[in-house]
Structure formats: structure tokens, C-alpha cells
């Protein structure tokens, strides 16, 4: 897909729903709906040692399953990567400026190509998580639309691990403060408490006011081949020439 | 020689359809969730599957196709769908198609229309019916259950999406949580989703902390969420369409079951005969079956609970004890305890 030339949203979707019903259908083949459902023990909350009893912070902090420990230590090994070693120097330089990059002999392929593999790898362990770890089991839908608040989180951190991260702790909060509210008997509407992710997004959004540090290059496939990127440019001026406008000066 | 084959073939073909055609019926289901959810729409799609198994025993073929977890919005697309393409019979099985049923019912007066909830207001055409279980009576029992179990003296609730058939229940636990002890503390909570186990999860988990040690999931697949959660507090759950007790064998005290498949084979198999009488919204309690409590085994009910639940059962199905359908949330904290009382 990346060498293909397609629009990185349209792909992006294609992919999505190809995958929701791919899952679906692996599970329904592997697991017959007239047996048993299938289970496995879900992982056991892990309490750090010593923070774990803080009284307060302890219980809300410290106490939680141990891939959650692991998401929190990949934050700053993603800033690591991303901005203190070549690689991710390169990463940077292809979403920038493919050309520069590609001039200074980066393969641009190579580093997209692994990009989407890691960044893959990391919605898998997401998805993973939900499912053995935390409900034991495999249910369709059952990621109920995270992928796209992912999508939303990445897009308000600016691209940033750490300020991903953030953003993600503030969905987070929300998301909780909705469901302990609602167990604590708040003589609120739950309506208005259901809506309060989004609501918080909301305000979020309009008060950080900071533009989206989008790289350059993001929705632009890069062409193919030099070869092939040569004959593209004669056709996209091929093509320009030929419009009613520029030859009728 | 090749025309004569050809036109052999074509008159066995029209001879052989007319023929499958006069004892064919086509059926459509259109459930909220996926036939495999382990839960509401499986039910009903079993449901189906013994209607038709009853159907072909007397020699008519039914022939059975769905649409899975159709968004609302477009259910009355799916249905008319299914009515412009020959089904005599759609099944819309889920508690907010009521507008496209009767909608769809309007346009097309030839097809049957089933709703397995209480119709909307207004003008219903003659060949939409509508059917439901009045699931507060098996709720009510399961709050029952479990405010006499409640050892914190509070006890707690997670559904999906508050629509009315879903409230009723959800009310119906709460009310029978009070009738158990008037003073006990009861807590709910909507994730506003039936298939987000890990929100259902978070939602248990918090009720937890705030004290409840019996919990209540009517949240179609998403349970597993809150079973999961209950197993790690070591604190009882309740299941709901389902015996699902071997999900979690220490932790599912008792699973609230709702036998739709009389319900089903009366309602489509009477639709399919032309057996139904018009007009009427049948409605099906735990007097006609539908609804009742299908213990664990591995966990033991001490016998004055058993006791006790059992003269309940007795006074709701004699008419003495009525519980009323609760559409709304939070309704049941205004309901009078004495009134479900009938004398």
C-alpha cells in the first residue's frame, strides 16, 4: 500500500473495516457459536511495591495491570527513538520532506514500511490488552470505536509522545470520572455524564487552540520509483498543460 | 437437440420453483447485535432456528436469512429491503426498531412486520405485531436475590443502552433490591454500549469500590466485563439471556433467562400460518414461562433465601406482587414499595 500510491485515509479506513470483519470471521471459523464460549484468565492487577500502598494515589496509580506499566515506560522510549536516534531522525525527515530525505539515500519505503509495522504492532498490544488481559475473551466490536479516539488523541498530542501520553491520561479521566459518578450515585442525568468524553474533548479542543503539528508530508504518497517519479512529473505537467486555462494563454 | 435440452431445462427449472415457491416461506431477522453474542440476538436467532425445524417437520420449508447489528438509522431500509424481495415474514428484534417496523409494515401491507417490543404510539397497521416479555418480573426476582445476598448492604447494576426495554429491566432489578431491604443501597450505571466489555468492566470495578458485592449485567456480550471484575473482588454477579455460569463459576450466582424461544415459535410460526389476532400486542411474563432464574450450582443458596424467593415467585405469578414496567432510569427509587402489593 505504501509503494501503491493510495490516499492514506482511504487505505486507512479500508483497512479498518477489512480487519473488524476479518477478526469477526476468524473467530467464528476457529469457534463454533454453539459451544462453549472460549475464556482465558484475564492478567491480575500487578500493585507496585511500596507506591502501590500510598493511601489515595496508591489504589488510583499504582495499582493496575502490568501492561499498563509497560505502555507507560513506552513513552519515553518512543520520544527516545523518535527524536534522539537516526532512525527516527529519518522517520522524521520522510514525513517532513521525503525528497531531502530520499537525496540523503534514506529509504523512504524501508522507514514507512516500519513505521506502520510498529505503529500496528502497538494498536495490537492496545487490542490484545482489552481482550486477554483485561475481559478474557474475544467478543466482535469489542474495541467499540477506540482505534478512532486513538486517532483523535494522536492528532490533539501533535504528534508528540509525551503529549500523547497526556492526552490520552485526560481521555482516560474522563472516561473513569463518567463510570465512578455514575457508581457513586450522582444525582446527575447520565446522559449528560455518558456525553462527558466527548464533551471534555470538546472543550479541550477549542480552548488549547494550538494548530496540529501535522509533518508536511502526511496524505502524500510518495511515487514509486525515481524512474516512475520522473514520468509522473511529465504527466501531472502533461496534464496542467493541458487544461483549458493554461493553454489559453 | 440443444435448443430441446435447453428448453427442458427451463421448464424443470420453472416447474421445480413454482413448486418449492407454494410450500417456501422466506424469513427475515434483524437483530441488534450478531447471531453469536452469547446473548439477546443469539437467543432470538435460536429462536428462529426452531421455528423453522418445527416448519419443516410439517413439510414446509423456511428459509432463513438476517442482517446483523443494524444501526437503528437503518433498520427500516433493511426491512424493506427484505419485504421488496419476496420475505413473507421480518423479525425486527431489537428494543429500538419500533418507528421501522411499523414504517416499513405501512409500506409494504403484504409482509408480515414483527417487533419484539411494545409498540410505538399511534396508528398500527394490520400486519405489524408486536410481542414482549414482560422482563421485570424475572428482574425483580434477581434484585430479589440479590439484596437478600448482599452482605454490604449495597448492590449495583451495569447496562448498555438505557432504551426502554433495557430500563425495564434494569428498573426491575432495583425495585426488587429495595423489596429484599427497604434500606439497602442500590447503584447504576449505563456504558452506552453492548459490546465495550472493557467500559462494562471500569463500570463494575467502580461500583465495586463503592461497595457492592452483588452486581447485575444486562449488557448483552459486555458482561464478560463486569463477570471478569466481580471475579477479581471476589463479589457475586448476575447474568442476564444466558446461562452463563460456567464463564465464571465462583463469581455467577444465578443467571436471569428469558425462554423466548416459545416466544418466537408463537409469534413467527403463527405469522407464518396466519394464525396471529390482529391487533393484539402479545405480551409474555414469568406466568407464561418467560423469565426465571437458572441457579450456578456450584454456589449454594442458603435455604431461607430459597425459601423466601420462592413464595415471591409464587405471589407474582398468582397476580398478588405486580411489578410495574419502568421505562425510564432511575424510576424505581419513586416507586412505592407497598403498591406492588395487590390485594
Not at chain 1, 522517520?91 to 522507514?111: D, F, L, Q, T, Y
Not at chain 1, 455514575?182 to 455518558?194: K, S, T, W
Not at chain 2, 420462592?310 to 407474582?316: C, E, G, H, R, T
Request: hydrophobic letters at 45%.
Amino acid at each position: 500500500m505504501i509503494e501503491c500510491n493510495a490516499d492514506h485515509v482511504v487505505t486507512g479506513i479500508v483497512m479498518n473495516i477489512l480487519c473488524i470483519g476479518l477478526a469477526g470471521l476468524a473467530y467464528r471459523s476457529f469457534f463454533d457459536s454453539s459451544q462453549e464460549i472460549p475464556s482465558v484468565p484475564t492478567m491480575r492487577v500487578f500493585p507496585l511495591p511500596v507506591l502501590g500502598d500510598l493511601p489515595v494515589v496508591g489504589r488510583a496509580l499504582f495499582t493496575h495491570l502490568p501492561i499498563v506499566y509497560v505502555a507507560f515506560l513506552l513513552v519515553p522510549l518512543c520520544w527516545f527513538v523518535l527524536k534522539r536516534t537516526k532512525w527516527g531522525l529519518n522517520a522524521r525527515a520522510v514525513g517532513e520532506n521525503p525528497e531531502a530525505a530520499e537525496s540523503a539515500s534514506v529509504n523512504i519505503w524501508r522507514v514507512r514500511l516500519v513505521g506502520i509495522i510498529v505503529g500496528g504492532a502497538f494498536a495490537g498490544l492496545g487490542g490484545a490488552t482489552l481482550s486477554i488481559a483485561q475481559v478474557g475473551g474475544y467478543l466482535d466490536d469489542m474495541t467499540a470505536g477506540r482505534g478512532f479516539i486513538a486517532l483523535a488523541i494522536v492528532v490533539f498530542g501533535g504528534l508528540d509522545p509525551w503529549r500523547v501520553a497526556g492526552a490520552s491520561l485526560i481521555f482516560g479521566f474522563a472516561e473513569a470520572l463518567e463510570l465512578r459518578l455514575q457508581a457513586m450515585g450522582a444525582q446527575v442525568p447520565y446522559e449528560l455524564l455518558l456525553g462527558l468524553p466527548y464533551l471534555l474533548t470538546i472543550v479541550i479542543l477549542v480552548t488549547s487552540g494550538g494548530k496540529a503539528a501535522y509533518p508536511a508530508a502526511i496524505n502524500q504518497p510518495y511515487p514509486r520509483r525515481r524512474s516512475q517519479r520522473q514520468h509522473t512529473d511529465m504527466t501531472a505537467g502533461g496534464i496542467f498543460a493541458a487544461t483549458p486555462n493554461s493553454s489559453g494563454h | 437437440m440443444k435448443r430441446l435440452i435447453g428448453l427442458a431445462l427451463l421448464g424443470a427449472a420453472i416447474g421445480w420453483s413454482s413448486l418449492a415457491l407454494s410450500d417456501d416461506v422466506k424469513v427475515a431477522y434483524l437483530p441488534c447485535g450478531k447471531i453469536n453474542d452469547g446473548s439477546w440476538s443469539q437467543v432470538g436467532y435460536e429462536g428462529m432456528k426452531a421455528v423453522q425445524s418445527d416448519l419443516a417437520a410439517a413439510g414446509t420449508t423456511m428459509t432463513l436469512d438476517y442482517t446483523e447489528s443494524v444501526p437503528a438509522a437503518q433498520v427500516e431500509t433493511a426491512a424493506r429491503d427484505y419485504a421488496s424481495r419476496g420475505y413473507q415474514v421480518v423479525v425486527l428484534y431489537c428494543g429500538n426498531f419500533g418507528d421501522a417496523a411499523v414504517n416499513a409494515a405501512k409500506a409494504f401491507p403484504n409482509t408480515t412486520f414483527l417487533l419484539s417490543t411494545a409498540p410505538p404510539e399511534g396508528d398500527l397497521p394490520p400486519n405489524f405485531w408486536a410481542f414482549d416479555a414482560a422482563q421485570q418480573e424475572a428482574t425483580f426476582m434477581a434484585g430479589y436475590l440479590g439484596g437478600l445476598l448482599s452482605k454490604t448492604g449495597t448492590v449495583s447494576e451495569v447496562g448498555g443502552i438505557a432504551f426502554p426495554a433495557l430500563a425495564r429491566q434494569m428498573e426491575g432489578f432495583l425495585l426488587g433490591a429495595r423489596f429484599a431491604n427497604p434500606n439497602i443501597k442500590t447503584l447504576s450505571a449505563y456504558t452506552n454500549s453492548f459490546d465495550d466489555a472493557g467500559k462494562a468492566k471500569e463500570a463494575a470495578q467502580a461500583q465495586i469500590d463503592s461497595g457492592s458485592d452483588v452486581l447485575f449485567a444486562a449488557t448483552d456480550q459486555a458482561a464478560r466485563g463486569v463477570f471478569s471484575a466481580a471475579e477479581a473482588a471476589g463479589v457475586y454477579a448476575i447474568a442476564s439471556y444466558f446461562d452463563q455460569s460456567s464463564l465464571a463459576p465462583n463469581t455467577i450466582v444465578t443467571n436471569v433467562v428469558y425462554d423466548y424461544i416459545p416466544i418466537i415459535k408463537t409469534m413467527v410460526g403463527g405469522a407464518v400460518q396466519h394464525k396471529l389476532e390482529p391487533g393484539k400486542f402479545y405480551l409474555f411474563g414469568v406466568e407464561a414461562g418467560v423469565g426465571t432464574l437458572v441457579f450456578n450450582p456450584k454456589i449454594e443458596i442458603p435455604a431461607d433465601v430459597e425459601q423466601k424467593l420462592a413464595s415471591v415467585l409464587v405471589d407474582i405469578k398468582a397476580g398478588r406482587l405486580k411489578i410495574p414496567a419502568l421505562f425510564k432510569p432511575g424510576e424505581a427509587a419513586a416507586v412505592d414499595l407497598n403498591s406492588l402489593r395487590v390485594n
